[in-house]
């Protein structure tokens, strides 16, 4: 059986090019526990949006952890915990112009592939407690996978307003209410648009993963 993996990258002081990505001294272990609790949410979401999709009999739902480059798959997503804008680093680097985003993630199209964000002061913000951070990291997490899926598609002109205005409402709406991301999950049209996309390939911008290659 293949695998359809989301993966989380956490963005430490030893990652290259970081935009700003240092961890105060208490947020390894709060992230720790909140990645252990969020890991679980999104399975579930995963898995839900495979069966909504048809394709359980052929994939399952898988999260992992900081990837080497090279294993991030076809079909897999890839999130990048962060406590600044790597989109907008990069951006800035390459004179790229970015447009959408919010104070809590963003998702940028780039031509080398698509880079999804969540920002570590937002789960801090809106989680009052293990449990309450690790449901707003999955389900800010889930927000930009939905984004990441319209990545790449010629006949998506704005992958922000499609998924705003497309995606259900609630989790993919905009703007997403605090109390819905503590404690919300995603409805029945979520997952029907998701489950319409989660077989997208849409390549994954990999530039903040060691290289298996490069060996760095």
């Known amino acids: 059986m293949q695998t359809i993996t989301i993966w989380l990258k956490t963005i430490q002081e030893t990652d290259i090019t970081k935009a700003g990505s240092t961890l105060s001294a208490g947020d390894p272990h709060l992230l720790a526990l909140a990645i252990g609790i969020g890991s ?12 909504a999709a048809g394709l359980v009999a052929s994939y399952q739902a ?3 952890l900081d990837p080497n480059d090279d294993q991030v ?15 907008r680093e990069f951006a800035a680097r390459k004179s790229y112009t970015l447009s ?10 780039f031509s080398e592939g698509a880079l999804s964000e969540i920002f570590i002061p937002s789960i801090k913000r809106h989680g009052n407690d293990d449990t309450q951070r690790g449901k ?11 984004h990441n899926k319209c990545c790449a598609d010629p006949s998506v002109a704005n992958q922000d307003d499609y998924v705003h205005q497309n995606g259900g409402g609630g989790l993919l709406g905009k703007p997403i209410m605090p109390a819905l991301l503590r404690s919300g999950s995603l409805n029945r049209d979520n997952i029907s648009f998701m489950a319409s996309r989660i077989g997208r390939q849409v390549p994954q911008f990999t530039f903040y993963l060691f290289s298996t290659r490069l060996g760095f």
């Open 136 to 146: 707003v990291l999955a389900n800010l997490a889930i927000h930009e996978i939905a």
């Open 100 to 109: 959408g985003g919010s104070p809590d993630g963003m998702t940028a199209p």
């Open 62 to 64: 898988q999260v992992g």
């Open 73 to 87: 798959g076809d079909k897999d997503v890839l999130v990048h915990i962060t406590t600044a804008s790597l989109a």
């Open 40 to 51: 679980k949410v999104l399975k579930g979401y995963l898995t839900q949006i495979l069966s």
